[in-house]
């Protein structure tokens, strides 16, 4: 909190300077497609620029932040939702289907959320338990 006042604070002494001149440029064209160009601008915008350079970086930051922050929870909304698969090998119900289209059906049903994992990798894992449980091959 204190640091948002102290960040305004420093940005509230350039409302004085709305509207007024803060460079001044001089230009000079020379032969053969050339030009020079002289600015000459005043300390208070290049302080201006430098807090605007500072709130430009906190603001990547913090965007970049936010999005490791949504992968994080996208990662493990996907583990959660791998455990939850793998403890239907204890479901009685689930292990007494006799097909592995029949078990991924029954764990698309029963875990919420599921169908928004990439179905091979549901599919694979299924088949996995299969093995485990010593189903036949046959889908």
């Not at 948002?4 to 300077?17: N, V």
């Not at 119900?93 to 289209?101: M, N, S, V, Y």
């Not at 959320?113 to 010593?134: F, H, P, W, Y």
Request: some cysteine.
């Amino acid at each position: 909190m204190s640091r948002r006042l102290t960040e305004g604070t420093r940005l509230s002494g350039y409302k004085a300077r709305i509207g007024q001149e803060a460079f001044c440029q001089l230009r000079a064209s020379l032969p053969e497609c050339v030009t020079l160009d002289l600015y000459l601008f005043e300390d208070w915008y290049d302080e201006l620029d430098s807090l605007l350079t500072e709130a430009t970086d906190k603001l990547h930051d913090m965007e970049d932040a936010a999005k490791n922050k949504l992968e994080q929870a996208k990662e493990s909304l996907k583990t959660a939702l791998m455990e939850k698969l793998n403890a239907l090998i204890d479901d009685p119900a689930f292990r007494a289907l006799k097909t592995q289209r029949a078990m991924y059906t029954y764990a698309t049903v029963r875990i919420e959320g599921l169908s928004k994992l990439r179905e091979v990798k549901v599919k694979q894992t299924i088949e996995s338990m299969a093995d485990k449980i010593g189903m036949k091959k046959h889908t």
